[in-house]
């Protein structure tokens, strides 16, 4: 079974500075998805950033990058110029490229941002 | 405009009761979920229906009950409410099994 791993329950950033958010996961398998979703206090679930493990080039969307490695199974999120609605829990989620089609997710980082 | 919506978003009942969740998407995903977080934040899957079909069913009790009457709707139904029912129920849609998760809002459900 796979397993997704977040070692950081809190972390605290300076508003404007840059954070890394760890993760790790296990899996026997070699095609997969990875996913960081977002969950501010209003509680949706808000998708960052998704990775696919066949691609080698590491996924972006604006301030957000991960910097994915496939041999170590780590998938980090790096927020930069962080801002203040960027406070919330981030959840890691892997999902398998076949047949078990649900998201594993770890336990999440709360991340906390200092004006 | 709403992806994916759940009502209620609020549910406060008493032990021993039995309520539904109702989650609709307009996305047209042929796949949809259910899943819980509990007090400590952690989400787990509980089901996943693929075009009306149950295809994950994790080690639910049975007192909770998935019902699909079309691909835009999955109800959830939970019988005999207990105190560690309470939690935040998530309802998501991806267009295929192995696509990205869209979310609704999640029903905070409250059992005294």
């Known amino acids: 079974a796979q397993t997704v791993t977040q070692s950081q329950p809190e972390m605290s950033v300076q508003e404007a500075e840059t954070v890394t958010l760890s993760c790790t996961y296990d899996?026997?398998?070699?095609?997969?998805?990875l996913f960081w979703y977002k969950q501010p206090p209003s509680r949706q679930m808000i998708l960052v950033i998704r990775?696919?493990?066949?691609?080698?080039q590491n996924a972006t969307e604006n301030r957000f990058s991960v910097n994915f490695q496939k041999a170590a199974k780590s998938f980090s999120l790096k927020i930069s110029d962080s801002q203040l609605g960027d406070a919330a829990m981030y959840f890691c989620?892997?999902?398998?490229?076949?047949?078990?089609?649900?998201?594993?997710f770890g336990t999440g980082t709360r991340l906390t941002i200092i004006p | 405009d709403t992806a994916v919506s759940q009502t209620p978003k609020y549910l406060v009942t008493q032990m021993g009761n039995d309520k539904s969740i109702k989650c609709e998407q307009n996305?047209?995903?042929?796949?949809m979920y259910w899943y819980k977080q509990d007090s400590k934040k952690f989400l787990k899957i509980m089901f996943s229906?693929?075009?009306?079909?149950?295809?994950i069913n994790e080690t639910v009790p049975n007192r909770f009950s998935p019902k699909s009457p079309d691909k835009a709707h999955l109800n959830l139904h939970i019988n005999s409410l207990e105190l560690g029912d309470s939690a935040v129920y998530f309802c998501?849609?991806?267009?295929?099994?192995?696509?990205?998760?869209?979310f609704g809002p999640g029903t905070r459900l409250t059992v005294t």
């Open positions: 996305l047209g995903h042929d796949t």
């Open positions: 899996t026997s398998e070699s095609d997969y998805y």
């Open positions: 998501a849609s991806s267009p295929t099994p192995v696509g990205t998760g869209f």
């Open positions: 990775q696919e493990a066949y691609k080698q």
């Open positions: 229906y693929n075009n009306k079909e149950l295809i």
């Open positions: 989620a892997y999902k398998s490229r076949f047949g078990n089609e649900k998201l594993t």
